[in-house]
């Protein structure tokens, strides 16, 4: 769209931004783009939750088009969970409405001194009183805005932003959830409760027919699949890997101190598979422009919930496998209560788990937990301790910041079951079977996450074949043997996932079939890109966001994530990643050369 929109909350003022276009070509769209303007406009050690902070809402640079898998939106800002660089994805509609709004990011600065909420209609803003909305959850906003703003797109914050809680994410389409790095707390301080979109602009794409063309058929090829994985995701979406994940060992049990022979085996999770999920979907859910939908609508009586979103993979493992609770109906449950107060699952769920192993080891007890049993596998003491979270009330208050946070607050050697990295916990993916995910939630620069850009998930799919994913791309032979070239293989696969997710294309792409990037890419932009220049602009990308966090003074190398969850020596592949990078291994910045070959050298008065 060739412009963004800045809105400052202090003020009440709208301002327009235009971007050159080589800027789109170094950074695309997401949170590339969002990481060389947020770099250059956020001083250093910025408190994330005061005035000066920013808060971004950035769509991918194919987002809104017709290219297939593309409708995806990132939110960005400095963590105040982890004082980091700080970005959650998110799919749905509100990431193409922006781009319908006429613009490619839309920048919160400021503090609002009252309840605000923000309206682009037709071209029309405002920032209005948010008295009527502030104080109920998402959901309920969503409902009560869209009565006066039909057919508009929203993104708010439940009860857990407003609460500033630092596990707090924002929330579209009534219960899709921008969850990580505690962004939610952001829009919470700058007293936002919600962002309206109504846009009618079309994007000027370079050439549709060529879109079109390999969208059509890509979506008849994920129309036809019968087996495989896009078969599983479009049938049971990604619950379909809540006992398949177990047998292999990659779901994290019993907050990471168990293991499923002993602690959960495969009976124990059988009622909260995903077949035995599907049966309360009332209707199919998907994101912008994809045929998969893997999401669902679903209908639960005995829950008390007449509709809300199909728990995914990740909320089963973080309030099934880590708590040892086989209780399906707590787990829509406790997957609505985080939906409608906009709190993220994975933190949410590894925090309960801290707090339910600081009780059975006596460091809590029912004077501090206010008389709920906090014992393995107690689902109602869950879901009144996730009240209390989300309403910060009694022990709740401590454990809304997250583990790191309440272990802190609670001291007694409670430090050893909290299971995170730089205060966000780990999400359920075990290094244990995916050797690389220890790298990525160490040194990541917004660390802690799966969807980062880990080498050995990805490579689960057609990415390990050459050309398997995108024509072009091979990985070098012998990488899963040798580790150089598996050194190689990493640094390829950190590019294309940066990029993956700056163009606003989704991961799960990785897991189905060959994917016509650069016919998409090519076809909005009218760039002919090579799969050099996509992994090095996913280089660039990564690096930008490795010098933010470096320049807040954070000390990545020597992070250490907690030892249950240590698989192979993470350390060493990461010293041997940093290498190919061409970064320093000792500390993790990027060498100067580096960054000029990276056209980043604004970045080196920085860093040396
Ligand atoms: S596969 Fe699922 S998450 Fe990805 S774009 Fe489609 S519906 Fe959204």
């Known amino acids: ?4 929109l800045w809105i400052n909350l202090s003020n009440d003022t709208f301002e327009e931004q235009e971007l050159p276009e080589n800027l789109y070509r170094e950074y695309f769209g997401g949170y590339g783009l969002s990481a060389k303007i947020f770099y250059e406009k956020m001083k250093p050690k910025t408190d994330p939750l005061s005035p000066e902070a920013l ?8 987002t809104g088009s017709a290219a297939s898998l593309t409708g ?25 409405e922006i781009k319908k709004c006429g613009y490619d990011g839309i920048i919160l600065q400021g503090q609002a001194s009252t309840p605000k909420y923000i309206t682009i209609i037709d071209g029309k803003m405002t920032i209005e009183d948010a008295s009527e909305v502030w104080g109920l959850d998402a959901v309920e906003a969503e409902e009560k805005l869209l009565e006066k703003y039909p057919q508009s797109r929203i993104a708010s ?18 219960g899709r959830i921008a969850a990580r790095s505690g962004l939610g707390a952001v829009m919470g301080s700058k007293k936002v409760k919600a962002i309206v979109l109504k846009g009618n602009q079309k994007m000027d794409v370079a050439d549709n027919s060529l879109i079109l063309e390999h969208a059509k058929e890509y979506n008849k090829s994920v129309k036809e699949a019968g087996a495989g994985a896009i078969f599983l995701w479009k049938t049971l979406g990604t619950p379909w890997q809540n006992d398949v994940n177990t047998k292999l060992g990659d779901t994290p049990i019993k907050n990471w101190g168990g293991n499923s022979d002993d602690h959960f085996p495969l009976e124990d999770v059988e009622p909260i598979t995903g077949p035995e999920i599907n049966k309360y979907k009332e209707s199919e859910y998907g994101c912008f422009a994809c045929p998969v939908r893997c999401g669902g609508i679903v209908k639960v009586p005995e829950a008390d919930i007449k509709e809300s979103h199909l728990p995914e993979y990740e909320t089963c493992g973080a309030f099934g496998h880590m708590l040892l609770n086989n209780d399906l109906m707590s787990i829509f449950k406790l997957n609505d209560l985080c939906n409608r107060a906009g709190m993220d699952t994975i933190s949410a769920g590894g925090t ?20 709920l049993m906090l014992k393995w596998g107690n689902a109602d003491a869950y879901i009144e301790l996730l009240k209390n979270m989300i309403n910060r009330e009694g022990i709740g208050d401590i454990l809304a910041d997250g583990s790191r946070k309440a272990s802190e607050r609670i001291g007694k050697g409670s430090e050893k079951y909290a299971i995170h990295s730089l205060g966000q916990e780990l999400a359920m993916h075990s290094p244990k079977y995916y050797d690389s995910m220890g790298t990525t939630y160490a040194f990541d620069p917004t660390p802690g996450r799966h969807t980062a850009a880990g080498l ?11 050309n398997g994913y995108i024509e072009g791309f091979a990985l070098p032979k012998r990488y899963k043997r040798k580790p150089e070239p598996r050194a190689e293989a990493f640094k390829m696969v ?4 940066q990029s993956l997710s700056s163009l606003g294309v989704c991961q799960f792409t990785l897991y189905f079939q060959k994917y016509p990037l650069m016919e998409f890419i090519k076809g909005v932009t009218g760039w002919d890109i090579s799969v050099d220049e996509l992994i090095k602009t996913g280089l660039r990308i990564q690096a930008l966001r490795q010098a933010f966090t470096l320049r807040e003074e954070i000390d990545l190398v020597d992070n250490e994530i907690p030892k249950r969850a240590v698989g192979i020596n993470y350390k060493q592949e990461y010293e041997r990643l940093c290498k190919k990078l061409s970064w320093n291994p000792s500390n993790g910045y990027p060498l100067k050369d580096t960054l000029k070959n990276l056209n980043l050298d604004f970045v080196i008065k920085d860093l040396y």
């Open 1 to 4: 769209m060739g412009k963004i």
């Open 55 to 62: 808060l971004g809402f950035f769509p991918g640079l194919l």
């Open 72 to 96: 995806r939106f990132m939110v960005t800002g400095k963590s105040p969970l982890t004082g980091t660089w700080g970005d959650a994805n998110c799919g749905g509609y509100f990431g193409p």
């Open 157 to 174: 914050i439940g009860q857990a932003g407003e609460n500033i809680s630092l596990i707090s994410g924002i929330i579209t389409d009534k």
């Open 352 to 371: 309960i788990a801290f707090a339910v192993e600081c009780f059975e080891n006596g460091i809590i007890g029912l004077e501090e937990t206010e008389g």
């Open 456 to 466: 050995d998930m990805f490579l689960s799919g057609p990415l390990s074949k050459s």
């Open 494 to 497: 950190v590019g294309l996932a």
